[in-house]
């Protein structure tokens, strides 16, 4: 891995354990569906984690087509946002996450959230997982970069 990856990811890896929520967006029939959605990241960041509820339009969309993208951002809703603020768009396909894996990523989710057990435990919730494709970073306003996973 060179340096610039290494620092890419550690940005990256900073935002995800610093920020609560990310932008959910699905594909719908006629025009894309955004939702926000309470999110966790997998250490090496080749997954994120969220919980929806199985009878929800952003479960049934990705059942449907399951490419989405996941917007996280550090900002702080100020003018110095247009200086500082970062935007990482994280973008892959999304599924329910599967019986081998469900314990060691549930406990992930938890830990970020704990606050969430109930919601998470319910027999209609589902633990949904992004296996990320692509990260695009967008800092100082207009500067984008691009990590393929």
Known sequence: ?????????????SIMAAELLAVLATK???????????????????RLLFVTTRSTRKYLYLISD?????????????????????????????????????????DIYLRKHPYLRGFFSSDSSALMCMDVEKYI????????VELDM
Not at 77 to 99: L, M, P, Q, Y
């Open 66 to 106: 399951n490419r989405a993208s996941l917007l996280i951002d550090n900002r702080s809703n100020s003018f110095i946002d247009f200086r500082d603020a970062v935007a990482i768009n994280a973008t892959g396909r999304v599924r329910e996450a599967d019986r081998e894996n469900y314990s060691r990523l549930g």
């Open 137 to 144: 970073i967008v800092r100082d306003f207009q500067n984008v």
């Open 1 to 13: 891995m060179h340096e610039h990856e290494k620092e890419i990811e550690d940005l990256i890896g």
């Open 28 to 46: 719908a029939p006629e025009y894309p569906y955004t939702n926000l959605v309470a999110f966790a990241a997998t250490e090496d960041l080749k």
